[in-house]
């Protein structure tokens, strides 16, 4: 599976913007999916997941009522709409996919990872 994260780029706080992850190779309508982001200095964090179904989302609790993951299987994309930026969101965003299906907040659960899309949120 190959996954390809789109969407980074520079806002000003308490702007939005969404990144998109789109997936190719292996079928991955049954995978679960997942954002990560490492910001300069410091370890990736979870940020975002979604089952395969997309029945089942779970958030860090930083980004909890600012941004939604939402998946769209017909187009093997997923998405993370992200509201009210903050100078702390500021990273290197992953998306990663999971096999096993079932959504996860652990990244060692995750077997496929993308290369990144930079997010810059400015004060």
């Known amino acids: 599976v190959q996954l390809q994260a789109s969407g980074g780029g520079l806002v000003q706080a308490g702007g939005s913007l969404r990144l998109s992850c789109a997936a190719s190779?292996?079928?991955?309508?049954?995978?679960?999916m997942g954002w990560f982001r490492q910001a300069p200095g410091k370890e990736r964090d979870f940020v975002a997941a979604?089952?395969?179904?997309?029945?089942?989302?779970y958030y860090a609790d930083s980004v909890k009522g600012r941004f939604t993951i939402s998946r769209d299987n017909a187009k093997n994309t997923v998405y993370l709409q992200m509201n009210s930026l903050k100078p702390d969101d500021t990273a290197v965003y992953y998306c990663?996919?999971?096999?096993?299906?079932?959504?996860?907040?652990?990244?060692?659960?995750?077997?496929?990872w993308g290369q990144g899309t930079l997010v810059t949120v400015s004060s």
């Open positions: 990663a996919a999971d096999s096993r299906g079932w959504a996860s907040s652990d990244p060692y659960r995750y077997n496929y």
């Open positions: 190779g292996r079928t991955s309508s049954r995978f679960a």
């Open positions: 979604i089952k395969w179904s997309g029945d089942n989302t």
